[in-house]
């Protein structure tokens, strides 16, 4: 509490001035950048979990972090750039002390400039054949090789690189050029015309690379720096610049408001590449993909030119508040010319939420909940929440008489720590579901009292590496109280901290502009049963093999990660559930499945394959290498043809939607598919059927 205390007279004081920051997003503003530093630098030392020193030693870790932001394969700065930068590699600490920005500006203007540099000569090197028949070779090792010393060394990395993607390119088109039938076109194309489209396809890559690198304003660069500060406190700890923090949130609530359409770059115009469903374009029915952005304009004002103008420029134009209007110049596929007015409105992004299916099969019938993330909405209660959204899904499910459920969270980097809480009472009764612990050492058991029990029955938790933070709550939780099984990866990602989120607008008084927001560390979370799933993870009961099972991923591959500890267990009561016997038989299916032994071969060569880094630029020696890549490939197809017996049905209220909704019904038989190819799922659904027969 009293470091809270402190962040809220320092807000008191900062109410206390009148702050009015009307800079451009690419002009420096001191008054700005110098209240954001301290507001970020006070509110570290005094909410983080465990505030690292700001001395010598961590200035030289962010100088080295940004670095590597800038540019980690060293294709852009000379070494001269790099001595005149190393100044600064021990000062970073007195500058953060200071509010100053002057390493940060230098290194700015830098990036800059050698980016155009390069801009203007890789089209020179891509206009002219290469010659194959060298004895080159690329070191893709980047950490390793320094930096040149001259623009003409500089050249010839870029030259070494460039003839590497198109070798790379050239090879895969001969590749499908083997395959196809003698009839067709491409099948006559000479070696001379595929190395011709390769090069012009390198170019149009790094046309538009370029663009989007230089489309990014000095704010955005400002929050990389930024960024590359506050996360040596611990990974978790970050900058969202006004953008990032828009897009945040928009993830966390899964909703947004705008006209529901993703964009793109496309020669001097922005393309329209899909309309999302549900959206105000979609509901339209006027934007259609393909169509070509030429003016914009807010409702009733003059249309503007958006020719030549940047992405993020044009994508922030046409966002705007809910009800508001507006009007778009396209140019239609057919060439046309239309003027379609949209007004704007806060929509839902589907497949954000909560979705379940049924699962049939010879021995049962059982459901599965889908849930991409943790997601909730701080504006009002009219948003979809996570917790609500699961509810619902099992409360149909069990009115389809489902004998058992899978909760498939898979890839969930989690979200709300309040909602996994509540969400573990639907399958557990009343009982803590996890621990916090802040920098005081003081720690409180967190309990989803009052939540309603509503499903008892066979219940497995499907996870990955990538299943983080909130997943990982949710699985330990099951796990302690015996409550269901863990399926999948060894472990999951290993994150086991809390994160308070400010929006440092709210923080001062008549602030014209966004400053962003702070997410940073302020606990550490533990299971009830004491242990930190920081950096461990959750431990399946049953692992299953997968392409990753070799390679160093989640939490323990960061750097500054916080470390492993433990506390007092919590009190609770373990479900008198013998699930011993449940486990061997699966892990006797799994050590009998050929599928499963190719998956664990297939990931041993993946991480051969990670420690290879040196590759030939002569084609015989390159293309006898990818053949030998391509032969060994050959051995894990069978897992390409792979398909399960169990059959995947929607839900009656959904398939009740799909004659309005063609979009959703598309998306549902796609999503079927995927699962019919899905290996884990069908463990998964043979444990449950041992489950419910155990029980």
């Known amino acids: 509490m009293k470091r809270n205390y402190k962040i809220l007279l320092f807000v008191v004081f900062l109410a206390a001035a009148s702050c009015s920051f009307m800079a451009k997003k690419n002009t420096p503003d001191p008054e700005k950048e110098s209240m954001l530093m301290e507001l970020i630098s006070f509110i570290i030392q005094n909410g983080h979990y465990d505030p690292a020193d700001v001395n010598d030693e961590f200035s030289g870790k962010v100088y080295k972090n ?6 980690g394969s060293k294709r852009f700065f000379l070494q ?57 070779s690329i070191d893709t090792d980047y950490e390793k090789q320094p930096y040149v010393t001259t623009t003409e060394e500089l050249k010839e990395r870029w030259k070494i690189q460039l003839k590497y993607t198109v070798l790379s390119s050239i090879n895969n088109k001969l590749s499908i050029q083997k395959e196809l039938d003698d009839d067709d076109k491409e099948k006559n194309k000479t070696f001379e015309e595929i190395e011709k489209e390769s090069r012009e396809s390198a170019k149009k890559s790094l046309d538009e690379f370029f663009d989007a690198m230089l489309d990014i304003s000095r704010e955005e660069w400002l929050g990389i720096y930024l960024n590359c500060i506050v996360e040596q406190f611990d990974p978790h700890t970050n900058y969202l610049s006004p953008d990032n923090k828009e897009k945040f949130d928009e993830s966390m609530s899964g909703s947004m408001e705008g006209i529901g359409a993703t964009l793109r770059k496309k020669d ?119 917790f609500t959204d699961v509810q619902k899904e099992v409360e149909l499910l069990k009115e389809q008489d489902v004998e058992g459920i899978i909760m498939d969270l898979r890839n969930n980097g989690g979200g709300s ?38 499903w008892t029955g066979p219940l ?106 433990k506390i007092k267990p919590a009190s609770y009561k373990k479900l008198p559930h013998h699930f011993e016997q449940v486990i061997r038989e699966s892990q006797e299916r799994i050590r009998n499945n050929e599928n499963f032994r190719l998956i664990d071969s297939n ?4 991480n051969e394959r990670q420690n290879d880094k040196v590759f030939s630029l002569n084609m015989e020696e390159f293309k006898q290498k990818a053949e030998k890549i391509e032969e060994k490939s050959k051995e894990y197809e069978s897992l390409k043809k792979y398909k399960n017996q169990l059959v995947f049905k ?10 309005q909704d063609t979009v959703l019904k598309s998306k549902r038989e796609v999503w079927h598919e995927n699962m019919q190819e899905d290996l884990y799922i069908e463990e998964a659904v043979n444990v449950l059927n041992d489950l419910k027969k155990a029980s």
Do not use: C
């Not at 940004?66 to 540019?71: C, K, Q, S, V």
């Open 603 to 606: 990931a041993q060569w993946i």
């Open 66 to 71: 940004y670095l590597d932001a800038l540019d």
């Open 417 to 454: 720590l309040k909602t996994v809480v509540d969400m573990v009472g639907l399958f557990v009764k009343n009982g803590p579901v996890v621990q916090v612990k802040n920098s005081k050492g003081q720690s409180q058991a967190l309990e989803n009292y009052g939540i309603k029990t509503i």
């Open 268 to 386: 001097d115009y922005v393309e329209i590449t899909e309309v999302l469903p549900g959206g105000p374009a979609w509901r339209g029915k006027e934007l259609e993909n393909g169509d070509l952005v030429l003016k914009v304009a807010q409702g009733s004002e003059e249309a503007v030119d958006i020719t030549g103008m940047r992405l993020t420029k044009v994508v922030k134009m046409i966002k705007g508040k809910k009800g508001t209007e507006v009007k778009l110049t396209v140019k239609k596929v057919d060439g046309s010319i239309k003027i379609i007015s949209i007004i704007r409105d806060r929509f839902e992004i589907q497949e954000t939420f909560a979705k379940s299916t049924i699962i049939e099969t010879e021995n049962g019938k059982y459901g599965l909940i889908n849930l991409p993330k943790f997601y909730v909405s701080d504006e009002s209660n009219e948003y979809r929440n996570a």
């Open 460 to 565: 497995v938790v499907l996870v990955n590496n990538y299943s983080a933070s909130a997943s990982e709550i949710f699985a330990a939780a099951i796990q302690d109280y015996n409550r269901g099984l863990v399926l999948g990866s060894k472990h999951t990602f290993g994150k086991g901290t809390v994160q308070n989120y400010f929006v440092l607008n709210d923080l001062i008084q008549k602030n014209d502009i966004d400053l962003g927001a702070l997410k940073f560390t302020s606990q550490k979370f533990y299971r009830i049963n004491g242990g930190s799933t920081q950096l461990k993870g959750v431990e399946s009961d049953i692992i299953l093999p997968d392409r990753f099972s070799y390679i160093d991923t989640g939490e323990r591959d960061y750097d500054n990660a916080m470390p492993w500890d």
């Open 80 to 136: 001269e750039d790099v001595d005149l930068m190393n100044q600064f590699e021990h000062q970073i600490d007195d500058l953060i002390k200071e509010k100053s920005f002057s390493f940060f500006d230098m290194s700015y203007n830098l990036h800059q400039q050698r980016m155009k540099e390069v801009q203007g000569f890789y089209e020179e090197i891509l206009d002219k054949p290469f010659d194959f028949s060298t004895n080159e």
């Open 650 to 659: 929607s839900l009656p209220s959904e398939v009740s939607l799909f004659e």
